[in-house]
């Protein structure tokens, strides 16, 4: 079946470093890849999103590319803030709204 | 424009009885599809509905159901309850079905089994 690997977390980084989260997908068929974040207390945001290989989503700063070659959707990001300490999600759909989730990656940002 | 609606935000239940959850979707979203957040199996998606009809089911057993409304609002609902039930329960809703349409999810109900 479908599946999403991510890099365990917690990831530990200070202010302004770069960021960078694994994800690996399987899939039967053309998937759409996404990444979601969620804040504490809060339900999950998409952060960006790509439909189709080599297609590159960015949104506040953060950017993932789709490499269909090595099934690969990692989100990176150049310099990052205290206010990204989340846990991220990678996830995919190949139909209807069913996405199938990895198992998340906590990022704490220090000052 | 409202986000997702989930009520309630809380839940104490006891094992044996049933629960139902609400959630309401952005205005003018038709498909609603509902989540389970644990710590040990992480997000699982439980079933999406699309203009009151169920299109994708994930594999819980029967006890969990769902049904949707004419105003595309969205219940689910968990019989017998058991301790293993206990999780966030996320409902995401989208404009249309397809798999490329970003899901818009809601704040959750955290259900706690005793």
């Known amino acids: 079946g479908d599946s999403v690997t991510q890099m365990e977390g917690p990831v530990t980084l200070s202010e302004e470093a770069f960021l960078t989260i694994n994800c690996t997908y399987t899939a039967t068929g053309y998937p759409s890849l996404f990444w979601y974040v969620q804040y504490p207390g809060e339900g999950l945001q998409l952060l960006l999103k790509a439909t189709k290989a080599d297609d590159k989503g960015s949104n506040k700063g953060f950017e993932a590319t789709y490499r269909k070659e090595t099934t690969s959707f990692h989100l990176e990001k150049g310099s990052v803030q205290v206010s990204d300490s989340a846990v991220y999600f990678c996830?995919?759909?190949?139909?209807?709204?069913?996405?199938?989730f990895g198992t998340g990656t906590r990022l704490l940002v220090s000052p | 424009k409202a986000g997702v609606t989930q009520t309630p935000r809380y839940l104490i239940k006891t094992r044996g009885q049933q629960v139902t959850l609400s959630c309401s979707p952005i205005?003018?979203?038709?498909?609603v599809s509902w989540y389970q957040q644990t710590p040990g199996q992480g997000l699982q998606f439980l079933f999406e509905y699309f203009s009151e009809t169920q299109r994708n089911k994930g594999n819980f057993p029967g006890r969990f159901s769902g049904r949707q409304f004419s105003n595309s609002r969205s219940e689910m609902n968990v019989s017998t309850l058991e301790l293993g039930d206990s999780a966030l329960y996320l409902c995401?809703?989208?404009?249309?079905?397809?798999?490329?349409?970003?899901?818009?999810f809601g704040q959750g109900t955290r259900l706690t089994v005793v």
């Open positions: 995401a809703s989208s404009l249309e079905a397809g798999q490329d349409t970003e899901a818009f």
């Open positions: 996830a995919l759909s190949t139909g209807f709204q069913k996405l199938v």
């Open positions: 205005s003018g979203h038709r498909s």
